[in-house]
């Protein structure tokens, strides 16, 4: 008997997605049809069909049952979601602290070495004193003495914290309290109206980094702010930050602000100053009193009532302190002693080289004499600027050995720092003249050589005279105190201009001169400080000198840095000269140019100087105790309105040399004349040269060997613009 199959035969279990599948049946309404497709009924099923004809009801279609597999899937499905929210939520939350732990690495090394983080030494101070031992200026940051906590009234530092960190003795160095609120205020005012850094941070910044405002720096102040809390108590922060903050005008450290705003002591002021105080660190330069009295009494009101608010003060005392901080600031003015201070700033590396430790400079400046120079110049300004359209002036004095006792380098220090005595050159204009003369006696001539004063000629061009007018022979005295160009040029040209610029550098002029025909007249410009210096040999017998300001250099624990050399005695004139250069400049305040120059009882000469157009107007004056040179003229060298030497210049330098020399025992210039004058009238006879038809006969020589002057109604022979400014247009293509 053979075996037959089974029906149906064995089916396996299906599990996982083939038996999610298994029920699953595609018919024809599952298709998309075509827009072809027309609806077709569907067709009957055989059984369908079978039980219609029988008339029985159709056998109930049964419905796929999901498998519990199925549902086991979709179980762990929503577990799955979970566990990877929280998975990644790990991974995120690693990396996070990993980055963090990156940015802190980074931070820190572009951080200077652990080693180097200790508290810099303050800033050094450079002290200018005057010849009397005053303060004269300071530079540098101004820091006061390091006070202790102890040495302060409790209402002091307390008045930082109420204003600056409030929490300071809670935090760690950084405050995140803080930091949310100014985030919040921040946000909420859209714009930076409030800050987050404690003392530390402040304290941090200040004392190690710079003043950017970028993100970088402020994590290394973050940074340094906790290294400092480990390193250092609460106290000694805060002592540091009182010590180092800056309070404007230069004032670093609670002593320095108390002593420039109040004239005390920080231990001194009082609840109402502490609280300014502490209100200028927001905005030193903006609120300082000094300023800004509004501003910085206002802020102070917004401390006082943070310092009642945190229980610092009661609001009794608040109130009481309203309004009322003893101000001791000196009103800003011209300030032009800073003109000295500046000076010294540029040659202090060549006398001491880089500086490491606060100095103190003593000066040869005698800040009574400043003072009279300083008013001098502003005042004749003030009253004359307009109508002669002068803008600036200078003057410099010196003693006859090159000590310099005032400097006045402009008008007003706040609005211009140019220094117009020591750094500005200028044309001397005639001025220069005695370097002229000085060759020609040099060369054998005397204050009694004859000369022509008349027309000359020079490669087919004419100079003339200021007032366009001819005296016809004169003698040196007479051309030097009438300031006549011709007789200037005449000599120059005779004596060779290369000698006169020898001369000239001889006796201390620095500056590059040019040898041509010109330079009689003063064309080649030059300081006032170095024409001041080239006239000191007239006022002390012929000794050359360098002008200098400073004397000694000590650190402030007295430790000898500098001491000034007596300069050598170099001998640059010779005696013989020194007093007929003497006779002849003081003919030019007795009859000449400067006739309005005087000093009561005191022996003085000089010359006056006008450049070409009226742009420079200069007088150099000197006695045997002071030698002073005044320049007037406009920074853009425009002209002035017919402003001469013998105008304004002389003025200033006559109000500046009657208050110098009260009280000062008279004396007699170096050489005084009355030796030369008789026995040299034969060879001043011998070298008259004859009138032109044009100019008035010389008077005759009278028994002292001195010619007066010729004199006219309206004569004016002030060496001006008209011959100066005529020479180099013609000779030299012009020079403006």
Do not use: C
């Not at 939520?89 to 080693?115: D, K, N, T």
């Not at 405002?213 to 994590?219: E, G, I, P, S, V």
């Not at 903050?245 to 109402?272: D, L, R």
């Not at 002209?639 to 040399?657: C, D, N, Y």
Request: net charge positive; aromatic share 6%.
């Amino acid at each position: 008997m053979g075996l037959g199959k089974k029906k149906g035969g064995r089916k396996e279990p299906l599990f996982g997605l083939p038996a999610a599948l298994a029920d699953l049946r595609l018919t024809a309404a599952d298709r998309i049809p075509n827009a072809e497709d027309k609806p077709k009924k569907p067709a009957k099923s055989s059984a369908k069909r079978k039980a219609e004809d029988s008339g029985d009801e159709p056998p109930r279609e049964r419905k796929p049952q999901a498998s519990r597999s199925g549902a086991r899937r979709r179980s762990k499905s929503g577990g799955f979601s979970l566990g990877r929210m929280v998975y990644w939520g790990a991974v995120l939350g690693l990396w996070g602290v990993i980055a963090v732990i990156g940015v802190v690495i980074y931070v820190g090394a572009h951080l200077p070495p652990i080693q180097s983080l200790e508290i810099p030494k303050r800033p050094p101070t450079i002290q200018i004193v005057g010849i009397d031992g005053s303060m004269l200026a300071q530079r540098g940051e101004m820091a006061g003495a390091n006070v202790s906590l102890k040495d302060l009234p409790p209402y002091l530092p307390k008045a930082f914290i109420a204003i600056e960190d409030r929490r300071f003795y809670s935090h760690f160095g950084i405050d995140p309290i803080g930091i949310l609120r100014a985030l919040v205020t921040n946000v909420m005012h859209r714009g930076v109206s409030q800050g987050g850094s404690t003392l530390t941070q402040q304290l941090a910044k200040n004392l190690f980094l710079t003043q950017e405002r970028t993100m970088a720096r402020k994590l290394q102040e973050a940074e340094l702010a906790i290294w400092l809390e480990r390193k250092h108590s609460k106290s000694e922060i805060l002592e540091l930050y009182l010590n180092r903050v800056y309070f404007g005008s230069g004032a670093y450290g609670v002593e320095a602000a108390a002593q420039k705003y109040f004239g005390k002591p920080a231990k001194n002021v009082t609840i109402a100053e502490a609280a300014m105080l502490a209100g200028l660190v927001k905005s030193p330069s903006r609120l300082a009193p000094n300023r800004n009295p509004e501003g910085a009494e206002a802020r102070a009101k917004i401390v006082l009532a943070a310092m009642a608010d945190g229980q610092f003060i009661t609001d009794a005392q608040a109130q009481a302190s309203i309004g009322h901080p003893s101000y001791n600031v000196k009103p800003a003015g011209a300030g032009t002693v800073n003109y000295v201070a500046d000076w010294i700033g540029e040659v202090l590396d060549d006398l001491v080289g880089q500086i490491d430790e606060s100095i103190k400079v003593e000066t040869t400046i005698d800040p009574k004499l400043q003072s009279v120079a300083e008013a001098a110049i502003i005042d004749e300004l003030a009253a004359k600027s307009v109508k002669f359209n002068v803008s600036q002036g200078a003057l410099v004095a010196m003693t006859p050995d090159g000590a310099v006792r005032a400097v006045v380098g402009g008008r007003n220090y706040s609005d211009s720092q140019y220094n117009r005595a020591v750094t500005a050159k200028r044309q001397p204009g005639s001025s220069f003249k005695p370097f002229v003369y000085l060759t020609a006696l040099e060369q054998g001539l005397t204050p009694d050589t004859m000369r022509q004063d008349a027309p000359i000629e020079v490669k087919g061009w004419k100079p003339e005279n200021y007032t366009h007018e001819y005296f016809g022979a004169v003698t040196l005295t007479q051309a030097l105190a009438m300031s006549l160009n011709t007789v200037a040029i005449r000599l120059g040209l005779e004596v060779g201009p290369k000698n006169v610029v020898r001369t000239a550098h001889r006796l201390g002029i620095s500056s590059k001169l040019e040898p041509n025909a010109s330079i009689a007249l003063g064309t080649s410009e030059v300081s006032v400080v170095e024409l001041v210096g080239a006239y000191a040999p007239f006022a002390n017998g012929g000794f050359a000198v360098t002008p200098h300001v400073v004397t000694r250099i000590r650190t402030l624990g007295g430790k000898l840095l500098y001491m000034r050399q007596a300069d050598e005695h170099n001998q640059v004139i010779d005696p013989r000269y020194v007093g007929m250069m003497n006779t002849m400049m003081r003919e030019t305040l007795i009859s000449g140019t400067a006739k309005k120059a005087e000093i009561p009882g005191w022996p003085a000469a000089g010359k006056t100087g006008t450049s070409q157009d009226y742009r420079d107007a200069w007088f150099i004056g000197y006695t045997a105790n002071l030698v002073t040179g005044v320049w007037l003229g406009n920074d853009d060298n425009s002209p002035t309105k017919k402003a001469t030497g013998g105008g304004l210049p002389v003025e200033v330098w006559s109000r500046f040399m009657k208050t110098a020399h009260e009280g000062v025992p008279v004396a007699n210039l170096p050489n005084s004349p009355g030796t030369w004058g008789l026995s040299n009238l034969a060879q001043a006879a011998s070298q008259v040269s004859p009138p032109t038809a044009a100019a008035p006969a010389p008077a005759p020589a009278n028994n002292s060997g001195y010619r007066p002057p010729p004199t006219r109604a309206n004569a004016r022979p002030e060496a001006a613009a008209g011959l100066d400014g005529w020479l180099m247009d013609r000779l030299f293509g012009g020079n403006r």
